[in-house]
């Protein structure tokens, strides 16, 4: 399996509606961190994970791709290479 290339060092803070479903960029290759813009398409085996919120407000995505709790932040940035 393909490994995740790293978009950032740190999670991308994003207001979200309650409801609303997006797909997160789980391979890092998007141009619309931390969403997923087809990049992953024929250029690797990960696809994107779709989530939806369930209360509005601020979320915490992952950057990295390195988090164990797809697709939110568990603080895995901080130890990643
Ligand atoms: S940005 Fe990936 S775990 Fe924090």
């Known amino acids: 399996m393909d490994q995740p290339r790293k978009a950032g060092n740190s999670p991308i803070l994003v207001e979200m509606n309650a409801r609303e479903t997006r797909y997160w960029c789980a391979c890092g290759k998007s141009a619309s961190q931390p969403f997923c813009d087809g990049s992953h398409k024929g250029t690797t085996d990960i696809i994107p994970v779709l989530f939806t919120v369930e209360e509005s407000g601020t ?7 390195q ?6 932040c568990d603080g895995s940035h901080l130890t990643a290479d």
Do not use: M, S, V
Request: with cysteine; proline share 15%; glycine share 0%.
């Open 59 to 65: 979320k915490a995505l992952c950057n990295c791709k």
């Open 67 to 72: 988090t164990k709790t797809p697709p939110y």
